[in-house]
């Protein structure tokens, strides 16, 4: 039997976003792990973080993570180290890298991307990065864990707060 199982919720399937999009994904279940992994696809147009943030509420996603991404923008929105407010920049664009974390509570990404020439860029993935061709995602559920966004007196911002769940000590 194979360790990858597919979950009973929206295998296979295809949904709406609240722009209209559809997300082309499967989830999948892996026993050894016990991660749930989303893979999804998005077309041209669609908003990558916008996206993300939707598929988070759509399966309410407690801790995920970015396991794995490849594809092509348009359009990047990236805010750069130090910065307030988002650069836009028009490609297209290879997506070499993204990582982060999501959950319904929000969502904490950073991106490289490649132009032309092979020249990269990298930053806090911001609204605003657009899909030229594709991108292919695979985000994992982190199991028995809560990821919870608070704002961090040293930082000002909304930080990561990790929150276990039923954990039974080692025997």
């Known amino acids: 039997m194979s360790p990858l199982q597919a979950a009973p919720l929206a295998?296979?399937?295809?949904?709406?976003?609240?722009?209209?999009?559809?997300?082309?994904?499967?989830?999948?279940?892996?026993?050894?792990?016990?991660?749930?992994m989303h893979a999804l696809r998005l077309v041209p147009g669609q908003d990558l973080k916008q996206a993300l943030g939707e598929l988070a509420q759509a399966h309410e996603i407690q801790a995920g993570i970015i396991l794995t991404a490849v594809g092509s923008l348009r359009q990047a929105a990236l805010r750069f180290a130090g910065q307030s407010e988002a650069t836009v920049l028009l490609g297209p664009f290879e997506l070499v890298s993204l990582v982060g974390t999501l959950s319904v509570e929000g969502l904490h990404l950073h991106g490289a991307i490649a132009d032309a020439q092979g020249h990269t860029l990298g930053g806090h993935i911001m609204d605003?990065?657009?899909?030229?061709?594709?991108?292919?995602?695979?985000?994992?559920?982190?199991?028995?864990?809560?990821?919870?966004?608070?704002?961090?007196?040293?930082?000002?911002?909304?930080?990561?707060?990790?929150?276990t769940l039923n954990l039974k000590p080692d025997a």
């Open 11 to 36: 295998t296979g399937a295809s949904y709406l976003t609240a722009a209209g999009f559809s997300l082309y994904g499967y989830s999948l279940f892996s026993k050894r792990s016990g991660v749930l």
């Open 128 to 163: 605003g990065c657009l899909i030229y061709t594709t991108a292919e995602i695979v985000v994992g559920e982190v199991p028995q864990t809560v990821f919870r966004r608070q704002v961090d007196a040293c930082t000002g911002y909304r930080e990561l707060m990790i929150e």
